[in-house]
C-alpha cells in the first residue's frame, strides 16, 4: 500500500482557494463599501451550510427510500435531521451578524447587486423540495415561476430535484406501515373515541355547571366544545379526513395521521422514542425555517424599508408572507390539538404493551 502523502492544514481546507472567492463588486470600480465584504462571507457561509444540509439530508431519503426501513439505523437518521436543525441555528445567528450593517452601509452597495438576489440560491431551493415543498404551494411573485430568474443550468438542476421523492412523502410512507393501530382483538381507536368522548364530556359538564359563566358566555363555550368535537373527525372519520386533505387543509394520508398520533401518544413507551424524536425534529426544522424566513423578513423591512429586492420582489412583503405558505410538516404540529391526558389515554393490551416497552422473556 502506498504511503500517504503527509496532508497540510491549508492543502486540505483548500484555504488559499477558499479566501480568494471574496471580490466585493464595489472594490472593483474602486468605490468606498465597507461592508459588502461581510456581506458575501456571510451569504457564503450559508451556502457552505447548504451544502452540508444537502449532504445530511441525501442520506436521509435515501434510508426512507427502502421499502423496509431499518429501525436499527434510526437513531443516526434522527441524529443527521438533529444535526440539521443545529445548522439552522447558526443561519438563524447569521443574521445577527448581518445586521451590525446599518442601511446606509448596505445603500454603499445594493444597487451594484441587481439583479442577483438569494431567490437564486440553487441549494436552498433544492433543500426546499427535497423537504416536501410543492411548486403549487409556492408564494410567487410577478404571477412567475420560482425558477424564472435562474439561468438554464440551474433551473435544470431545481427542476431535477422536484422529480425525487421529497421527505415528506417517504416518511408519510413509513408511517403508513406502521403496526398496532389494530392489533387482535384490540381496536385502539374505538378506545380513544371513547376516551375522547368521556374528556369532552367532562369539559362539557365543567360548561354547564359553572356558577360565575353569563348565559352568553356559555353558550359561546358550548359552541366552541363542539366545534372541538367535530375536529377530531379528522383523526376519527376517513371521509371526513379525506374532504379537508382535498380541500388543502391537511396533507398527511389517513393512515399516516392515525400512526403519527398513536406515536406522539404513547412516546413514552422505550419502542416509540425514535419515531417520537423523529416526527419532533422535523416540526423543530420547519419551525428554525419558518423562524429564519420572519427574521429575514424583518431585515430585509430594515435594509431597504418598503423598496423592491435587488430580484425584482417586494422585499420584505413576500418573504412575510413565505413564512406561512412555505412550512411542510405543519400537519405534525397540529396533531396536539388530538393529545388526551395520560391518564385518560386507553390501556394497550399486555403483550402489545410488552413489546413496546422492549420487555423479553427467556
Known amino acids: 500500500m502506498k504511503a500517504q502523502t503527509p496532508l497540510y492544514y491549508g492543502q486540505y481546507l483548500k ?42 439530508l441525501g442520506s436521509v431519503l435515501d434510508f426512507f427510500s427502502s421499502s423496509k426501513v431499518d429501525d436499527s439505523r434510526l437513531g443516526t437518521c434522527v ?34 447587486l441587481i439583479p442577483a438576489s438569494g431567490f437564486q440560491s440553487v441549494q436552498f431551493r433544492r433543500i426546499e423540495n427535497l423537504m416536501g415543498l410543492r411548486r403549487d404551494k409556492r408564494l410567487t411573485f410577478g404571477n412567475q415561476s420560482y425558477t424564472a430568474r435562474l439561468s438554464e443550468k440551474d433551473r435544470l438542476s431545481i427542476e431535477e430535484s422536484e422529480k425525487l421523492t421529497p421527505l415528506f412523502e417517504l416518511v408519510q410512507s413509513w408511517l403508513e406501515r406502521t403496526p398496532f393501530l389494530n392489533w387482535g382483538g384490540f381496536s385502539f381507536w374505538d378506545e380513544y373515541r371513547q376516551a375522547v368522548d368521556t374528556m369532552l364530556e367532562k369539559d362539557r359538564l365543567l360548561i354547564t355547571e359553572s356558577k360565575q359563566m353569563s348565559p352568553e358566555f356559555q353558550k359561546q363555550q358550548l359552541d366552541m366544545l363542539e366545534r372541538t368535537r367535530g375536529s377530531f373527525q379528522l383523526v376519527l372519520d376517513e371521509k371526513k379526513h379525506d ?41 423543530e426544522i420547519d419551525e428554525a425555517w419558518t423562524q429564519w424566513r420572519y427574521r429575514h423578513a424583518l431585515m430585509a423591512q430594515r435594509m431597504i424599508g418598503t423598496k423592491i429586492g435587488t430580484g425584482g420582489s417586494s422585499g420584505s412583503d413576500y418573504l412575510q408572507k413565505a413564512t406561512e405558505s412555505h412550512k411542510v410538516f405543519q400537519d405534525f404540529t397540529k396533531l396536539s390539538t388530538f393529545f388526551i391526558p395520560r391518564a385518560a389515554l386507553p390501556k394497550l393490551p399486555q403483550k402489545l404493551a410488552d413489546q413496546l416497552s422492549l420487555v423479553y422473556s427467556r
Request: zero cysteines; hydrophobic letters at 45%.
Open 15 to 56: 484555504t488559499e482557494e477558499l479566501l480568494s472567492l471574496q471580490k466585493p463588486e464595489s472594490e472593483k470600480l474602486g468605490l468606498e463599501a465597507h461592508d459588502e465584504m461581510l456581506f458575501i462571507v456571510i451569504h457564503q457561509v450559508y451556502e457552505l451550510w447548504f451544502r452540508q444540509i444537502l449532504h445530511d
Open 79 to 112: 441524529a443527521r435531521l438533529e444535526r440539521i436543525n443545529e445548522i439552522q441555528k447558526l443561519l438563524l445567528q447569521q443574521i445577527d451578524v448581518l445586521e451590525t450593517m446599518t442601511p446606509m452601509d448596505f445603500l454603499d452597495f445594493r444597487d451594484l
Open 243 to 283: 374532504e379537508l386533505q382535498a380541500s388543502g387543509a391537511w396533507r398527511l394520508s389517513f393512515s399516516a395521521t392515525q400512526a403519527a398520533l398513536f406515536i406522539f401518544l404513547y412516546r413514552d413507551y422505550p419502542a416509540l422514542q425514535g419515531p417520537y424524536r423523529l416526527l419532533q425534529t422535523l416540526i
